[in-house]
T-cell receptor, first 115, second 117 residues
Framework: AQKVTQAQTEISVVEKEDVTLDCVYE???????LFWYKQPPSGELVFLIR??????QNEISGRYSWNFQKSTSSFNFTITASQVVDSAVYFC????????????FGTGTRLKVLA | GAVVSQHPSWVICKSGTSVKIECRSL??????MFWYRQFPKQSLMLMAT?????????EQGVEKDKFLINHASLTLSTLTVTSAHPEDSSFYIC?????????????FGPGTRLTVL
């Protein structure tokens, strides 16, 4: 079975703190893609990153970084020096079978960054 | 970047009526589009895959007679919620797979909030 688990339902941090959002996935596919999306209060999903299963290099994009570890089936997302504008629900997703474009979303983590 | 629009952005209707939601890819062609449903404070659940020129493929547990999908062109898919009831109230999000894209990703619309009274 394929599954995405985001154990953290809600996290609150104070502005400028670093915060890591956890994502653990299950799949039997050898080739797969993982994603992170941000959903602000407006509801529109904002694409953050796409990672394929063969690329375990960590990625950094500004204040965002991602740590992909196949050994633990985890794809964690860290925001450095958080800002109030980072407040949103963040979803981790797994493409269900390479090439299907069908995503399995985790339950999301609501991040609240307090000023 | 690629843009996907949805219309309407929100709709309120009476129980028993049908509601049509449009999903358009504005600057690219999309053979395949997807419809998701998101209940308040919950995750997105894939409802169906919409294929241009053919019948939609529904996920297990989704009533195809209740949620009619038509993908009439390479830039438009519609979702019609027939005989809507309060339990159909939800946030409906579409996404479109961009053809011939090197990034091989899909693009999400802004969503449509349906409230059935």
């Amino acid at each position: 079975a394929q599954k995405v688990t985001q154990a953290q339902t809600e996290i609150s941090v104070v502005e400028k703190e670093d915060v890591t959002l956890d994502c653990v996935y299950e799949t039997r596919d050898t080739t797969y893609y993982l994603f992170w999306y941000k959903q602000p209060p407006s509801g529109e999903l904002v694409f953050l990153i796409r990672r394929n299963s063969f690329d375990e290099q960590n990625e950094i994009s500004g204040r965002y970084s991602w740590n992909f570890q196949k050994s633990t089936s985890s794809f964690n997302f860290t925001i450095t020096a958080s800002q109030v504008v980072d407040s949103a629900v963040y979803f981790c997703a797994l493409e269900r079978g390479s090439g299907t474009y069908k995503y399995i979303f985790g339950t999301g983590t609501r991040l609240k960054v307090l000023a | 970047g690629a843009v996907v629009s949805q219309h309407p952005s929100w709709v309120i209707c009476k129980s028993g009526t049908s509601v049509k939601i449009e999903c358009r890819s504005l600057d690219f062609q999309a053979t395949t589009m997807f419809w998701y449903r998101q209940f308040p404070k919950q995750s997105l659940m894939l409802m169906a895959t919409s294929n241009e020129g053919s019948k939609a493929t529904y996920e297990q547990g989704v009533e195809k007679d209740k949620f009619l999908i038509n993908h009439a062109s390479l830039t438009l898919s519609t979702l019609t919620v027939t005989s809507a009831h309060p339990e159909d109230s939800s946030f409906y999000i579409c996404s479109a797979k961009r053809e011939f894209s090197s990034t091989d990703t899909q693009y999400f619309g802004p969503g449509t909030r349906l409230t059935v009274l």
